[in-house]
């Protein structure tokens, strides 16, 4: 199961049933889901941080109002750092009231947004899609991946199904001698070399291997090069967790002797995860294993701190060995969805906003969203091309602007409104992320995992079970044994109660 990083339980599906009847029957607040004395409405938003600084200055400012004029709302955007996200997202599940934005972003098909829905909190939007040029054209196989009881609470975040992969420093490794990486084995050799053979050729001893953060995403998609489940697979005709197979284990052991040869930093799970790529750009780092673009953003910023010498490549799938074949973790087509609360108290006020999520997928908002302002985050050349900034820190006053967006019909810079003039590595970022689709692994319970009632009542903490073992035996905190007896607390604790509901909505 993915994205454990909640940290409460039961009670938080009690607490958003008693929030969800509070929006349903308290009236809510007048201010927040209302028009102001133009008749524009009032539409708050929670979504996510990932820079630390969204919508920089007075330019993000005017990008903002210009959003607001083009959409016809007055725009509150709740910018939530993705560290604290989930707690954040609780709290507000479950405080209800004039607090409650009507559309929240979400990464993952969570309990609480389960429990939310199941609860009353959230409106099921699917009857009104038709009505929207957009969202109408909405995938329905991704679609599917969302539901929850078979109903259709959100509109999903468009995403390129291959777009998880490796970055590393091809420049480094060519000074040592290592061809392009296939197979763990010459990820592991790339990572041992990158540590102890000066790859730098400062004669200090002050670089290492793989970069991680608190975020698990990259440990996730590094368990499937080893052939494990993303999530859940089948065993033996049976649906299964990650951490029930050989496999997941073999990867966590591989892990570890990373952590202890000092191949990763052992203090990983306390960094924010918006610090991913600051010891490749400080070049201390040579490796990231995450969304391909994360990567190409790092060969970005040398480029535009004039910095020569470092450069990056790619590796989509990889094999556990020589007789295996490549993978990687898929996406499931999205990267979460945005939910519509019942602070929007009417079916017009869903409308508004499913009419401003639509909105957002007009050429000017996609235009605006992924290069934005002409003439000061990218210009039009001569035969019509878009080159866009590579500064990083200009590029904050507008780059956050992409969260508002559900990229209904394209993933993110696959738009036909535009042709872009880019760099090399740019086309072989994409040529990656779509070659990537081949190899990579869906997880068969995405759209049917909150169909348990086990895991709705009970799967933040059985997320949280897994999650804490596996980060704990990966840096050396517990041994097998303590390891396999948190598997045992977790199949005591309802584990096994989820998997024969899961199992059961499966056969179906």
Known sequence: MKKRTMKRSIAMGLAVITAAGCLTGCGGSENQASTDANGRYNLKVM????????????????????????????????????????????????????????IIATETKSPAIINAAKAGALWDIEELLQEFPHLKNSKAVVNDNIRIDGKLYGIYRGRALGRYGMTYRKDWADKLGLEKPETVEDI???LYAFTYGDPDGNGQDDTYGLTLTKDTVPLDIIQTWFGAPNGWGEVDGKLVPDHQTEEYLECLKWLRKLCEEGLIKKDFPTRDAATKADDLKTQKAGMIVDAIDDGRRVADYFENQGIVGPEMDFVGAVKADENAEPRTMATLGCQGFFVITKAAKTEDDVRKCLDFLDKMNDEEMMTLANYGLQDKHFKLEADGKLTRSHDATLNQEYQAL?????????????????????????YKQQET???????AVSDPTAGILGDSEEYTKNGVALDKIIEDARIQFIVGQIDEEQLKAQWDLWSKSGGDKVIEEVNAVYAK
């Open 402 to 426: 992409n969260q508002l967006v559900s990229y209904t019909e394209y993933a993110p810079n696959t738009d036909p409104y535009v042709t872009l003039n880019e760099t090399e590595i740019y």
């Open 47 to 102: 979504t996510y941080d990932y820079s630390g600084n969204p919508m920089k200055g007075e330019t993000g400012a005017e990008i903002i109002e210009k959003v607001e004029d083009y959409t016809g709302v007055n725009l509150d955007v709740m910018w939530t750092p993705k560290d604290n996200y989930n707690d954040k997202l609780n709290l507000i599940l479950a405080g209800g009231g004039e607090d409650m934005p009507q």
């Open 433 to 439: 992320i779509k070659n990537n689709e081949q190899y």
């Open 188 to 190: 592991y050799n790339m």
